[in-house]
T-cell receptor
């Protein structure tokens, strides 16, 4: 189990630039989630995929944000024309659909990557 | 109103103390519940699931009250290493999809 990996770990960019982050989920996981977390807050849901299909997008995801998972494996999150308010930790997580059911196995519903910390100056 | 609400803290307690956190959720269709732990500048990691009958894992006890729509986490004999942010997580299913919502977290600081 190589875990969920995200790249880059840190990104500093100037306002107005575009940035793209990558997430590689655990190989057998068909669900992939993107969350955003700012200081003092819990992770906020952005979007999730089941295989290559994007099943849900949060209202937080403005038109400047787009996510893809073209082959149902890795995913990218792009932010266009970055703003200072986009500065946050972007977390990717993966799971199997049945993980997190009310069973005694206690499988975590989400396995997180280390995150990409974005700073927009 | 937020779907999952927690007292942000911080809770500052001495080593060896017992501390309890509550979390309330608004969606009665919520079906699975978890506590995650997050250390500073790290990703969240599962601490424990919360079962309908309540469950215990060493010094940690989790309880679920569906009628009042809250879950709790009790930490006994707290250690310095318990200092972290504790995130309440609720999962519910609708149609063929699921939604996983995090609370804003409760900060815990254990002092020597």
């Amino acid at each position: 189990d190589t875990g969920v990996s995200q790249d880059p770990r840190h990104k500093i960019t100037k306002r107005g630039q575009n940035v793209t982050f990558r997430c590689d989920p655990i190989s057998e996981h068909n669900r992939l989630y993107w969350y955003r977390q700012t200081l003092g807050q819990g992770p906020e849901f952005l979007t999730y995929f089941q295989n290559e299909a994007q099943l849900e997008k949060s209202r937080l995801l403005s038109d400047r944000f787009s996510a893809e998972r073209p082959k149902g494996s890795f995913s990218t999150l792009e932010i266009q024309r970055t703003e200072q308010g986009d500065s946050a930790m972007y977390l990717c997580a993966s799971s199997l659909p049945q993980d997190g059911g009310d069973t005694k196995e206690g499988k975590p519903p989400l396995h997180f990557g280390n995150g990409t910390r974005l700073t927009v100056t | 109103r937020k779907e999952v609400e927690q007292d942000p803290g911080p809770f500052n307690v001495p080593e060896g103390a017992t501390v309890a956190f509550n979390c309330t959720y608004s969606n009665s269709a919520s079906q699975s519940f978890f506590w995650y732990r997050q250390d500073c500048r790290k990703e969240p990691k599962l601490l424990m699931s919360v079962y309908s009958s309540g469950n215990e894992d060493g010094r940690f006890t989790a309880q679920l009250n569906r009628a009042s729509q809250y879950i709790s986490l009790l930490i006994r004999d707290s250690k310095l290493s318990d200092s972290a942010t504790y995130l309440c997580v609720v999962k519910f299913w609708y149609s063929s999809a699921s939604k996983i919502i995090f609370g804003s977290g409760t900060r815990l600081s254990i002092r020597p």
